[in-house]
């Protein structure tokens, strides 16, 4: 986590959404469109298309600069995942293998930051991956409906990976 580390992974991250752009539409424009909205979805899918749906995986390029998850926006980024398998600048992994078990308690105060932030763009945040702490943390914060967008039944598969009835019941309660 280091100024020349974040440079790197935003510079990484630019570098993907612009090859997915021109893979849309070059290699598949008779394919797949960009939902940027909802409402693309539907409109793409009635075309006869894919709809494609930019997202993150681990919100670690975002760095410690709030303008960073703008600029992601405007390359359609339209959901993140605020972790991955560790800890990171925004919040507490339920993995970091080899690290301590804990780091912000939940959520940072930057990643406070960060929801508020996303809630404002409309961007999606997505709690796979996330400590049951910072999990609820963002629950409990965001504006919006957020999304477990790979993550399972913890009582069904018990991994730490997976959400446990609390988190299952807080998910539901904000919509």
Partial sequence: ?????????????????????????????????????????????QSGKK???????????????????????????RYITLCHNGHNQICDSQQNAGGPPEEHGGLSPFGKEVVAEMNRLGIIIDVSHLSKKSMLDVVRLSRAPVIASHAACRALCDVPRNLDDEQLLALKANG
């Fill in 51 to 77: 709809a494609a749906i930019i997202g993150m995986e681990n919100g670690y390029p975002i760095g410690e600069d709030l303008s960073a998850i703008r600029l992601f926006y405007q390359q359609g980024c």
């Fill in 1 to 45: 986590r280091t100024p020349e580390g974040f440079r790197l992974a935003r510079e990484l991250a630019l570098r993907k959404y612009s090859d997915i752009h021109d893979a849309l539409s070059r290699e598949y424009p008779d394919r797949m469109g960009l939902a940027l909205e909802a409402e693309d979805v539907e409109t793409i899918l």
